[in-house]
Every structure is written in C-alpha cells, then in structure tokens.
C-alpha cells in the first residue's frame, strides 16, 4: 500500500480574505500560508482546505507525502519519485512535474478518469 500523506481540497478564490471570513464562519482557522502569499491552508478538526487566490483554475485534491495534518514530519513515508514510479508502471500519465533533486521537495500532477486534478506535493 502506498501511503500519500496528509490530504486537503486546494480550491482557486477570487478574493482570498472574502473566502477566509466565510471559511473561519464553518469553524475553520488558519493554520498555514498569509494574506501577503495569496495563499492560506485552513483547518477544522483534520479537515484541511487550502485557498489559492490566482494560483491556479478550480479545485484539486492534494496530497502531502511526509507530513500528517498538523504539517508534522511522519516517518517512514514514501518519497513522490517512488509514487510517480508507482503511478507510471500502473498507466497513470503524469501531466506535471517538478523533481528537481534525487530527494527532497517536489510535486506531480495527475487526473482521475473523470479529469478531477489530483495534486502530489511534497515539502520535504
């Protein structure tokens, strides 16, 4: 079994501090990201969402290997080259990706068979 680590919804917002107010109403409270950075990651109990404010088009599912829902290092965990090795010998395409070094950071990007984006992002 591959393990992916903490997971949240990333949803594209128009206007980040709008968005923030009404999520902060549901019970959820900032737990990463700023204003400043268009970006914040919103928390209730373990759900997480993330609001991006121009990043990207839509929403996404993502997927954080490395790290549990408080944006804590779990071990051992498996590094995204072995998921995207995993994806790739199971005809899953990959339609993005950024591994710069043989370890470390990176993100993949896939589609279910529905064309719902799931995001693969690793921090560390």
């Not at 680590?5 to 999520?23: D, M, T």
């Not at 088009?57 to 779990?74: I, R, S, Y």
């Not at 090795?85 to 899953?92: A, D, M, Q, T």
């Amino acid at each position: 079994m591959m393990t992916l680590g903490a997971f949240s919804i990333s949803l594209s917002v128009r206007q980040l501090e709008r968005s923030k107010s009404f999520y902060e109403t549901l019970g959820f409270a900032v737990h990463g990201g700023s204003l400043e950075q268009k970006y914040l990651i919103m928390k209730n109990g373990h759900a997480l969402v993330g609001l991006f404010e121009g990043m990207f088009d839509g929403w996404m599912l993502t997927f954080n290997p490395g790290w549990n829902e408080e944006a804590q290092a779990v071990d051992p965990f498996d590094d995204i080259r072995k998921i995207g090795r995993h994806l790739v010998s199971n005809g899953i395409e990959i339609e993005g990706e950024h591994l710069p070094n043989l370890s470390g950071p990176g993100h993949l990007m896939i589609r279910d068979p529905d064309g719902n984006a799931i995001l693969i992002d690793q921090h560390r």
